[in-house]
């Protein structure tokens, strides 16, 4: 579909709209330093005498029974329980003379013996706000020190200027997802629909209508349009009819018709991804909450087995839903998974138990398999051969975008309402995604289509005795999911919701990932496009992402993470179109003997193996080495994986000769991104 | 230290802060008021119920709860109190007893207990109370006494409270005073629940991995334990390195000679812990948990009122210990050991002060 209309108008609500925000926020933090910050820094110091006193009433209780306030036992211990409960309170220090006896929180606030060094603004160690409460009457002199910290007035200035940021690209986003919709429907699609007309009114074929009826402008040219033809065909009765005929009218409407559908499911499908997304910085730890000891199975792998079966059922499902969607119709299939996974998420977010959770999440899966895979025959079935790589990347950019917006969204409506409630809203949404689909996809299926056969385990090992493709499928894809799922579906959002960032923030980071995917990959497809190169791309990827899991593994620090994170979607962008044109090129025979469709299944199949691994291995790591050693482990299987690859690439030959002019057709596959 | 869960100990102060009457009642989970009584029901309206107390002193905190607990269910009794200082004594005043026609005899601590009911497997009615709900208080373990088949169902017309916390609590609670390594029991071998509870304590000592020393009281020459050997056992037990002294629901030890062993502790430098609260109050034991006995005395009326409405036949009453304790604390003795409480024992703690 053309879309330069669109993207005109996009690129201009996008201006205005960061524009605005962009002023909003500048007003924001102004009113922040002038308004909010006097008020602020007092409160907080008030906060800590607050939880001071508590201690001091304490500590008073033992003097005035006779204790001596320097010999006091266990001071730590009740230092420690009132810093657990106000975890805004960075340290509490109690100083008798002039030396700590008891001491509990950050330590960069304590010296030795005394408290660090106070700043010219008279914060300790240059973060901390001190307050002082003195202890006992008479005596030796003792002082309890509350430290809350300095920066926190920055933090959350810092914090609602990023929330805004994200906000902005999710704002762009959906913008884009908004204008793809209502202009492809309601103008793009009409207006070729008149051109259309006007053609063959130009090639003297005068039977063939606008049919617009819509009471806009657009519908008033339409109409416009047929009158004019009405008129001409009137004048022309008696003119010899050409060797068109009205046959063909239906069929260029049909055509028309189902673009204007692929956008509408488009939409669809985004809102049915976002269900999934919105979870996504926060499954782990939710499963983790739910954790009851299997006994002979340690921790960290019973908290990876959902998301592991989630992968499992979602590769297994997804052949046979295809199956199904293409006996039953599409729309049967969309509207029964969509079902299943509004009743999973539903499920998930009631489960009392990790039982509960794990069938609901297995439904859920199933679920997806087949939304995906009947949206994806749709498409397919929708469009001719030259239009289908293009309604297929149309129709997974609603994914990718979900992958951008989902965590940012997610994040916030979960530190608003919870975990639970989160995943009501996601089965709410997969509901209205369904609602859509149930409008959009027609009822009966194609009807006379071949049936795709399925796969076949013979298939598999023809596959597998060409080098290529192992090292392609195993040693690169394979370990692409494997790193997304383990690194950023398990790991990361564990270690950060231990190192107590926020939910907000963990989304942010998410969303790091499937930025780069959406601005990097375009690039690299055409620069690979381009060079005709495939290997460097996969190796420089693969090194990418072992790199990125060790910078992961280095410490749970944002900047660091967010550096990783964004790596690793450098990594995936690098090896995500080159992969499929490779395949493409490795496996001319494969091609030609099993079909297009098998040799991309199977690959999209043990792909997915990937994925499915990921969560255990992760698991065994972590219950062995903790978070850094298992990031750590994660970066060196990803790095033996790159080396396999590059010498199973080399043992096999070099570049074999690729039919280049069936290089656009991997294209016509699943969608990049793998929304599980 | 950090192995005593907050939890149990902060459930201890809740149990210090009992209220009196029915809601104390009510605090230990035992059916209150549920009672209706039935027209033949002493103590309501017609005459009133007829209870005979044997208790080795008028003034026990088990006695005074249960007048107290009866008198404010609104029930009127007629409660006579008999001091008993020797159980052997029991057996010659069955005759008189039962020739008062009691609807309910009440028996404080386990040797007049088992002097009165005697043992369920060999319960002779002439030598026996057979005849007359019996409801105990403060025995430490009724069923190893053998004085009930089980707590749940008694099993015969005999129920009653215990005072004890379970041994796993009460060594909880004293590791988190100090992470103590060696620790001694001072007891009676001639006492019989004593025997019980001594082991009960070293094999809880074992699981915890402390090293626990057993400090019995020898026998005189006449075979009986002798209690004047108590300072030099004490000593004994602290040049082997014993770091406390445990003190059970012991009538030698506890009850008649705590203020001994509280002297002895103090001398040779060691803490001292006790499971019953008197021995507390009354000599300078550093600490214990305890279930305060005029709690203990409350809930053993609450059983003897469900007897005497005929709510419940005493056969079907379980034998129950309150599930809440006190931690109490003499400040002196802490000072004087040099010993101070963590600060997380001491906000919930009793503080016991020298009179």
């Not at chain 1, 994914?399 to 639970?420: E, H, K, M, S, Y």
């Not at chain 2, 409660?79 to 039962?98: H, K, N």
Request: glycine content about 10%.
């Amino acid at each position: 579909m053309e879309l330069s209309f669109i993207k005109r108008l996009n690129w201009l609500l996008t201006g205005l709209v960061s524009v605005l925000m962009l002023v909003s926020l500048v007003v924001q933090t102004s009113h922040f330093n002038t308004l909010f910050r006097p008020q602020a820094e007092p409160e907080l110091a008030r906060k800590a005498e607050v939880v001071g006193s508590y201690i001091v009433a304490q500590i008073d209780r033992a003097v005035s029974l006779g204790f001596e306030v320097e010999k006091l036992t266990g001071v730590d211990e009740i230092l420690a329980d009132a810093l657990a409960v106000n975890p805004d309170v960075n340290y509490i220090a109690l100083m008798v003379g002039d030396r700590i006896t008891a001491f509990a929180g950050a330590a960069d606030a304590r010296l030795g013996d005394v408290l660090a060094a106070r700043d010219a603004d008279g914060a300790v160690a240059g973060r901390y706000i001190d307050a002082g409460l003195t202890v006992g009457s008479g005596g030796v002199p003792a002082v309890l020190h509350v430290g809350v910290p300095a920066g926190s007035v920055e933090s959350a200035l810092n914090d609602m200027v990023f929330d805004l940021g994200s906000v902005l690209i999710v704002a762009i986003l959906l913008n884009i997802e908004i204008l793809l919709l209502v202009v492809g429907t309601s103008v793009t699609a009409p207006l070729q629909r008149v051109g259309d007309v006007l053609h063959e009114g130009a090639e003297g074929r005068l039977n063939m209508r606008t049919g617009l009826r819509g009471r806009d402008e657009v519908g008033h040219l339409g109409r416009a349009i047929d009158a004019a033809l009405d008129g001409l065909r009137r004048m022309d009765e008696t003119a010899p009819r050409l060797h068109g005929d009205t046959a063909e009218a239906p069929v260029a409407g049909d055509r028309i018709t189902s673009m204007q559908r692929i956008s509408e499911l488009r939409f669809a499908i985004f809102i049915f991804a976002l269900a999934e997304e919105l979870t996504r910085t926060f499954l782990s730890v939710y499963i983790k909450d739910l954790f009851e000891p299997v006994p002979g199975l340690s921790k960290e792998l019973v908290i990876g087995a959902p998301i592991a079966l989630f992968m499992l059922l979602w590769a297994v499902a997804q052949p046979v839903a295809g199956n199904m969607s293409e006996r039953r119709g599409r729309r049967a299939v969309f509207l029964v998974g969509a079902g299943l996974s509004a009743l999973g998420l539903l499920g998930s977010g009631l489960a009392t138990d990790l039982v509960q959770l794990i069938v609901a999440r297995c439904l859920t899966a199933v679920g997806y398999a087949s939304v995906f895979i009947a949206a994806q025959g749709f498409v397919i079935d929708a469009t001719g051969p030259r239009r289908r790589a293009g309604a297929i990347a149309l129709y997974a950019g609603g994914i990718l975008t979900a992958g951008v917006c989902g965590p940012a969204i997610g994040g916030v409506v979960a530190d608003q309402i919870g975990f639970r409630m989160t995943f009501v809203v996601s089965a709410a949404l997969a509901l209205a995604a369904a609602f859509m689909a149930w409008r959009v996809l027609p009822r009966h299926a194609g009807g006379g289509k071949v049936l795709t056969r399925g796969l076949r385990l013979r298939d598999v090992g023809v596959c597998l005795t060409n080098p290529r493709f192992v090292a392609l499928t195993v040693f690169s894809a394979v370990p692409a999911k494997f790193g997304l799922t383990a690194l950023l579906f398990f790991l990361l959002p564990l270690a950060l919701d231990d190192s107590g960032v926020s939910q907000s923030w963990i989304g942010r980071v998410l969303l790091l990932y499937w930025l780069m995917m959406i601005v990097v990959s375009p690039l690299v497809a055409h620069l690979s496009d381009r060079s005709g190169r495939r290997t460097p791309f996969l190796a420089i990827g693969g090194v990418i992402a072992a790199g990125a899991a060790y910078v992961l593994s280095v410490s749970a620090t944002l900047p660091l993470t967010i550096t990783g994170v964004a790596l690793l979607g450098l990594a995936h962008a690098l090896v995500n179109s080159p992969q499929m044109a490779l395949l493409a090129e490795s496996c001319v025979r494969e091609r030609s003997t099993l079909g297009e469709t098998t040799v991309i299944g199977m690959f999209r199949l043990i792909e997915r193996l990937g994925s499915v691994v990921a969560p255990f291995l992760a698991g065994l790591f972590l219950a062995h080495y903790g978070y850094h050693g298992a990031m750590k482990g994660i970066g060196i299987v990803l790095a033996a994986c790159v080396a396999v690859q590059l010498l199973l690439l080399a043992v096999s030959g070099g570049r074999p000769s690729a039919d280049l002019s069936q290089a656009d057709l991997p294209q016509a596959d699943l969608p990049q991104k793998d929304p599980a | 230290m950090t192995s005593v869960t907050r939890r149990s100990l902060l459930l201890g102060t809740a149990g210090a802060l009992l209220a009196a009457g029915p809601a104390a009642a009510a605090a230990t989970g035992a059916p209150s008021g549920a009672a209706v009584p039935g027209p033949a029901a002493p103590g309501r309206g017609g005459k009133p119920a007829n209870i005979i107390v044997l208790t080795p002193r008028k003034d026990v905190g088990d006695v005074l709860g249960f007048r107290d607990l009866l008198e404010s269910m609104g029930m009127q009794a007629k409660i006579d109190v008999r001091e008993v200082q020797q159980a052997s004594a029991v057996a010659g005043m069955l005759p008189d007893i039962r020739a008062a026609k009691p609807d309910l005899v009440l028996t404080v601590f386990t040797p007049l207990t088992l002097a009165a009911v005697g043992r369920y497997d060999e319960a002779d009615p002439s030598k026996f109370l057979t005849d007359i709900p019996v409801v105990f208080t403060s025995v430490t373990d009724p069923v190893a006494s053998r004085i009930v088949r089980s707590l749940e169902q008694p099993g015969r017309a005999v129920t009653g409270t215990r005072h004890i916390a379970p041994v796993s609590v009460q060594l909880k609670t004293m590791l988190a005073y100090r992470r103590w390594k060696k620790i001694a029991a001072v007891y009676n071998p001639a006492e019989e629940n004593m025997v019980v509870a001594v082991r009960d304590l070293k094999e809880e000592a074992a699981r915890q991995g402390v090293e626990f020393i057993d400090g019995a009281i020898p026998r005189d020459g006449a075979g009986r334990p002798n209690p004047a050997a108590i300072p030099d056992i004490i000593r004994e037990v602290a040049q082997a390195g014993a770091e406390l002294v445990y003190i059970g629901p012991d009538t030698l030890v506890a009850s008649n000679n705590s203020q001994a062993v509280a002297d002895a502790a103090l001398a040779n430098n060691i803490a001292t812990f006790c499971s019953t609260e008197l021995p507390i109050r009354r000599s300078g034991l550093l600490m214990g948990l305890v279930s305060p006995a005029i709690n203990v005395g409350r809930f053993a009326g609450l059983k003897a009122y469900d007897i005497l409405t005929g709510a419940r036949p005493a056969a079907a009453i379980p034998v129950e210990t309150l599930n809440r304790f006190s931690l109490l604390l003499r400040i002196n003795t802490a000072k004087r050991l040099d010993l101070y409480p963590p600060m997380r024992l001491l906000n919930i703690a009793e503080i016991v002060k020298d009179a």
